[in-house]
T-cell receptor
């Protein structure tokens, strides 16, 4: 596997469910990101981890909980979500947070909250 | 923060040229990126501009004017596979965050 992978690709959940999104990068990068992409809206940065430390929480509701056990893996734990949380959730990685290199994106998880 | 503005949709004919404009307002500029995103797929990196001028990469070119807060992505010799959303993103020089525009959906017609 190369690049950035995300699982699952599609997820449907009820408002009372708990689920987790997984991201893995095989690029040797040290920074990982979660973005939310809603239809016709700009990508919104949610969380940033740099060398496994959370450096950014962009005013995200506590029903979203990130976890970064090592530089290659990133999780987004979901609980008691709302229908307006339905979106494409994209993971990305870069060499490190301050690097001028581009961010590399995974294919995303399409989340539907019923 | 940044305000990024780009057109919502553009349509062009196969073999033609299309120019996607992006304007931004920023309190601290540290580079501008263009990404291509096909429906249901990951955004992929196309170009990066940090100095004024034109960067050419095959059929795609990107231009930047920092004084005008303006960039464009030029797609030449359009192919059907170029039908996608094109995202403009600006990096802030204080917190290194990328701020994205809403994307321009380009449709290439035969």
């Amino acid at each position: 596997e190369t690049g950035v992978t995300q699982t699952p690709r599609h997820l449907v959940m009820g408002m009372t469910n708990k689920k987790s999104l997984k991201c893995e990068q095989h690029l040797g990068h040290n920074a990982m990101y979660w973005y939310k992409q809603s239809a016709k809206k700009p990508l919104e940065l949610m969380f940033v981890y740099n060398f496994k430390e959370q450096t950014e929480n962009n005013s995200v509701p506590s029903r979203f909980s990130p976890e970064c056990p090592n530089s290659s893996h990133l999780f987004l734990h979901l609980h008691t979500l709302q229908p307006e949380d339905s979106a494409l959730y994209l993971c990305a990685s870069s060499q490190d947070y301050t690097s001028t290199d581009t961010q590399y994106f995974g294919p995303g998880t399409r989340l539907t909250v019923l | 923060g940044q305000n990024i503005d780009q057109p919502t949709e553009m349509t062009a004919t196969e073999g033609a040229i299309v120019q996607i404009n992006c304007t931004y307002q920023t309190s601290g500029f540290n580079g501008l990126f263009w990404y291509q995103q096909h429906a249901g797929e990951a955004p992929t990196f196309l170009s990066y501009n940090v100095l004024d001028g034109l960067e050419e990469k095959g059929r795609f070119s990107s231009f930047l004017s920092r004084s005008k807060g303006y960039s464009y992505l030029l797609l030449k010799e359009l192919q059907m596979k170029d039908s996608a959303s094109y995202l403009c993103a600006v990096r802030d020089n204080r917190d290194y965050k990328l701020s994205f525009g809403a994307g321009t959906t380009v449709t290439v017609r035969a």
